[in-house]
């Protein structure tokens, strides 16, 4: 039997009302009745001002009520001319989504009509005309300008209006009509006054009676959304746009809200909700306008939780632990936080939940931002509200532990190590490094480490299993004195392990022979006299590899065929029998390479043992001076080299080159090459800087060198360092330096060990940092 027309009508407007009330963070009624009747109280409390509490509460309970009420249409069929207040008006066209049988969008022409108040649109623009819908506009409503790819597909331009639950999608053929209405929405939507939810509220409540402990009581009973909560959330706390579409693969903010709230309530069962918890993590990293309503959301949850103190109450605390090291809310909901952990620790003293409220309180304090999510391992940490422990390697030292918190700077525990190995007098500069496979870079002064652990651990999974995992290392980041470090120091075993790194990574041009030498000394220092019992490093670990490389033929690359006819038979031959063939020469050619690699490796193996042999007799300390007193033969020694390409003026190919940055001069060299290209004091050089991501800039008097580089920070950051430890130091005495014990007596190595002295090998003289623009350098280049 039908139900009457009245009757529709009646359940129509229930369900509306219904709807509305989700929208703001309610659940539809449950069907316990006494659910339903504290429901009922607390919204007739909120409307008695006279038994509720203040008149300010009262007040902005009916605010709260007139605004949920203005967001229903209440506009009538009125005529099209009756409007006084349209601000603009046309025909415009509109998508409409057609029913089963022709399931495909397909856009109607309307005449709309913009008032201060709604967007509405008539069946026609004459008088009397029906009105067929209307979108009110306020505050959250947004507009999206005309895109270009829509009209490449459709040939319209696209005018899309988000509204609280609906959305109209416009299009006409003209831009200037598209780009005017857009105008007009947009210019109606900021006129409107901020919408403020409940939520936001009652936080003001909260902050304006919180000397008042029986008026804060009475507000937290009165108002269930502020109170822990087993139902799902239909709507966020706090105000969102409509409609605004996220970056990635995420939906809109308001959905976005709802489902995390979801992931929230899953915390209470999880049994490990350390992943869970940094999924809510990276999603905040991601959408940093959900960290207030996740904020929010936790301290809902954690307002009079039915079991206190339990495991899922525990879980909400640890979350919002970890949030207070990662991000920090804005100063409303820092201050409703803040009133909230006051609240706990007076209500719960010396329970885990006062000692989890202490501790946010300190994390907030330090807290400043970070670029990545904790990892794993840091959350685990966080958990247990412990400090993590930070293995950083230092060459030719056992490596050191640091104990570090989330808010730990690289800068912070490089002075810790500096002062724990006894380098605070060094003039040299100290730093940490991320080492891994493909590349070794400095860490940042104000770098978090923790957010460097969690780089390592997203590595981690995306790296082989014979890849070497990534790590922290201690080393030298700018060499201001490295004539009169001691030899018995740590700094001297530090600096030998750096020389020997350049050396392997083929930044230090040499003689063959001298390479050989260098390794004999390298397994000096390590095995002492020469034994066949002696363990032996790996060849790559003692000689530049790509030496070795060089000596191998270069292959043999076939012009291209000019005949198509002879390419075609060749490309449908290539999966035949043919391409098995060239598969089994390519095969037997990189065989026979690796065949020739290990002869010249045996080779060179055997004559680094000869040289080995003739150290007979040599300390872990003499071979060590030896080895760094050879690297520090070449002029460039001290200068870190980046691979750059040398932008050409006349728009030649760009040519490679090493770009060294000492702490004296800026010198260029060809690869391979012992002597600068051109070298430039600080003096001559007026300005530097990064052109864009991948090309630096360096104005050197009256002209200008661009290099393509992917260090371009590392470089920038560089030079400032040099220049800012040129200012602190004073200009020398004497251009030429006292000779120290340790550079005055150089050791001697056995006849038959070091080759021939070079021209390269006699560093010609520097002058001093502090040289002034148009003054004479006496460095190489610099005249």
């Known amino acids: 039997m039908p139900f009457p027309g009245g009757l529709w009508w009646l359940l129509c407007c229930r369900q509306g009302f219904t709807l509305l009330r989700r929208d703001y963070g309610e659940a539809d009624r449950e069907a316990d009745g006494e659910a339903e009747e504290e429901e009922e109280a607390s919204f007739e409390l909120r409307a008695q001002g006279d038994q509720v509490g203040p008149p300010s509460v009262t007040l902005r309970s009916l605010l709260v009520a007139e605004e949920m009420r203005s967001l229903i249409v209440e506009k009538g069929p009125e005529p099209v001319e009756d409007d006084p207040d349209a601000l603009v008006k046309g025909w415009l066209q509109r998508e409409v989504r057609g029913g089963v049988k022709t399931p495909w969008i397909r856009p109607r022409r309307y005449w709309f009509v913009l008032t201060p108040d709604s967007l509405d649109y008539y069946s026609s623009n004459e008088k009397g005309a029906r009105r067929l819908g209307s979108l009110v506009l306020t505050s959250l409503c947004s507009v999206l300008w005309p895109d270009k790819q829509t009209y490449k597909e459709t040939g319209y331009w696209s005018v899309t209006v988000f509204g609280r639950k609906h959305c109209y999608r416009l299009y006409t053929e003209c831009l200037k009509e598209a780009v005017r209405w857009v105008c007009a929405v947009q210019k109606v939507i900021d006129s409107k006054a901020p919408v403020q939810t409940p939520t936001q509220l009652l936080m003001r409540d909260i902050e304006e009676h919180c000397g008042s402990p029986e008026v804060l009581e009475q507000i937290y009973r009165c108002n269930p959304i502020l109170r822990y909560t087993s139902s799902p959330l239909y709507a966020p706390l706090l105000p969102f746009p409509y409609g605004t579409p996220s970056p990635r693969s995420y939906t809109t903010l308001r959905d976005e809200a709802v489902k995390l709230f979801n992931s929230l309530q899953q915390l209470e069962s999880e049994r490990d909700p350390v992943p869970l918890m940094q999924g809510v993590l990276q999603t905040c990293l991601d959408l940093p306008p959900l960290v207030d309503e996740i904020y929010c959301q936790l301290v809902k949850q954690t307002t009079e939780p039915p079991a206190p103190g339990g495991q899922g109450d525990l879980h909400y605390w640890q979350l919002l632990t970890c949030m207070s090291c990662t991000f920090l809310p804005s100063p409303p909901v820092l201050r409703f936080l803040r009133f909230h952990l006051d609240r706990t620790e007076s209500r719960f003293p010396a329970s885990e939940m006062a000692k989890y409220a202490c501790f946010i309180r300190e994390a907030l304090g330090k807290t400043k931002g970070r670029e990545c999510v904790p990892s794993l391992e840091e959350i685990l940490v966080l958990m247990r509200r412990q400090e993590m422990i930070c293995t950083v390697h230092c060459p030719g030292a056992p490596a050191c532990s640091v104990a570090i918190s989330s808010h730990t700077t690289a800068q912070e525990v490089a002075q810790e190590l500096v002062s724990r190995l006894g380098l605070s007098q060094s003039p040299n500069?100290?730093?940490?490094?991320?080492?891994?496979?493909?590349?070794?870079?400095?860490?940042?002064?104000?770098?978090?480490?923790?957010?460097?652990?969690?780089?390592?651990?997203?590595?981690?999974?995306?790296?082989?299993?014979?890849?070497?995992?990534?790590?922290?290392?201690?080393?030298?980041?700018?060499?201001?004195?490295?004539?009169?470090?001691?030899?018995?120091?740590?700094?001297?075993?530090?600096?030998?392990?750096?020389?020997?790194?350049?050396?392997?990574?083929?930044?230090?041009?040499?003689?063959?022979?001298?390479?050989?030498?260098?390794?004999?000394?390298?397994?000096?220092?390590?095995?002492?006299?020469?034994?066949?019992?002696?363990?032996?490093?790996?060849?790559?670990?003692?000689?530049?590899?790509?030496?070795?490389?060089?000596?191998?033929?270069?292959?043999?690359?076939?012009?291209?065929?000019?005949?198509?006819?002879?390419?075609?038979?060749?490309?449908?031959?290539?999966?035949?029998?043919?391409?098995?063939?060239?598969a089994k020469q390519r095969a037997e050619r990189d065989q026979r390479l690796r065949g020739r690699l290990r002869e010249e490796g045996a080779s060179t193996m055997a004559a680094i043992l000869e040289k080995w042999k003739l150290l007979q007799g040599m300390g872990r300390p003499e071979a060590m001076a030896a080895y760094v007193a050879l690297v520090r033969e070449w002029p460039g020694f001290g200068s870190t080299l980046f691979d750059v390409d040398v932008r050409s003026p006349v728009g030649d190919a760009p040519q490679r080159l090493w770009l060294g940055i000492g702490a004296k001069a800026v010198s260029l060299y060809k690869p391979g090459e012992p002597e600068p290209l051109d070298s430039f004091c600080y003096g001559r050089i007026s300005s530097f800087g990064a052109s864009d991501s991948s090309t630096f800039r360096l104005s050197v008097e009256d002209r200008d060198l661009l290099f393509e580089t992917s260090q371009v920070e590392e470089i920038a950051q560089l030079l400032n360092t040099y220049l800012a430890s040129a200012g602190a130091r004073q200009p020398p005495l004497s251009p030429e330096p006292a000779p120290s014990p340790a550079a005055s007596n150089p050791p001697v190595l056995p006849r038959g060990l070091c080759p021939t002295a070079g021209p390269w090998q006699h560093q010609p003289p520097v002058a001093s940092f502090h040289s002034q623009p148009g003054s004479r350098c006496g460095h190489t280049g610099c005249s």
């Open 429 to 582: 500069l100290f730093a940490l490094y991320e080492q891994s496979r493909r590349r070794e870079q400095p860490v940042g002064s104000a770098t978090l480490l923790a957010d460097v652990l969690t780089r390592f651990e997203n590595l981690a999974g995306e790296e082989r299993e014979q890849d070497p995992p990534c790590r922290l290392c201690f080393k030298h980041y700018g060499f201001l004195d490295t004539d009169n470090v001691p030899r018995d120091s740590l700094e001297f075993a530090l600096l030998f392990e750096q020389a020997h790194e350049m050396v392997l990574r083929g930044y230090v041009p040499t003689s063959e022979e001298t390479l050989q030498t260098l390794a004999a000394l390298r397994l000096q220092s390590l095995n002492s006299d020469f034994s066949t019992h002696a363990p032996f490093p790996r060849l790559e670990e003692l000689f530049p590899p790509h030496v070795l490389h060089a000596r191998l033929p270069a292959p043999r690359h076939r012009p291209p065929t000019k005949c198509r006819g002879v390419r075609l038979r060749a490309g449908l031959l290539a999966g035949g029998l043919w391409g098995q063939a060239l």
